[in-house]
Nanobody
Framework: QVHLVESGGGLVQAGGSLRLSCAAS????????MGWFRQAPGNEREFVAA????????AYADSVKGRFIISKNNAKNTVYLQMNSLKPEDTAVYYC???????????????????WGQGTQVTVSS
């Protein structure tokens, strides 16, 4: 059974930083594309960042480009999201997801991802 477990969320002031981690167990995701999505109350789940299985292809939503960095450590089966210069509008539940059958990024939409973590809350105060 495959599990993705996020950690690292919390409460931070605007301008601060947080680092989210997503640990995969049950199988290796070193060859699979991994992504981060977020969902604020009343909003649809939206794309944040993704990294290909090789790690050579990376994509970011325009709203986080230049502030967030996605990375992965295949030896630890873990994906990270470093979030800097946080804004109140970044407040959401952040989800880690995996494309279990693909190594490429695709169109960066939730429907392309078939394995999801439980989410971690990020709250940015003004």
């Amino acid at each position: 059974q495959v599990h993705l477990v996020e950690s690292g969320g919390g409460l931070v002031q605007a301008g601060g930083s947080l680092r989210l981690s997503c640990a995969a167990s049950g199988r290796t995701f070193s060859t699979n594309a991994m992504g981060w999505f977020r969902q604020a109350p009343g909003n649809e789940r939206e794309f944040v960042a993704a990294i290909s299985g090789s790690g050579y292809s990376i994509a970011y939503a325009d709203s986080v480009k230049g502030r967030f960095i996605i990375s992965k450590n295949n030896a630890k089966n873990t994906v990270y999201l470093q979030m800097n210069s946080l804004k109140p509008e970044d407040t959401a539940v952040y989800y880690c997801a995996a494309r279990s059958a693909y190594s490429g990024l695709g169109q960066n939409v939730p429907s392309e991802y078939d394995t999801w973590g439980q989410g971690t809350q990020v709250t940015v105060s003004s």
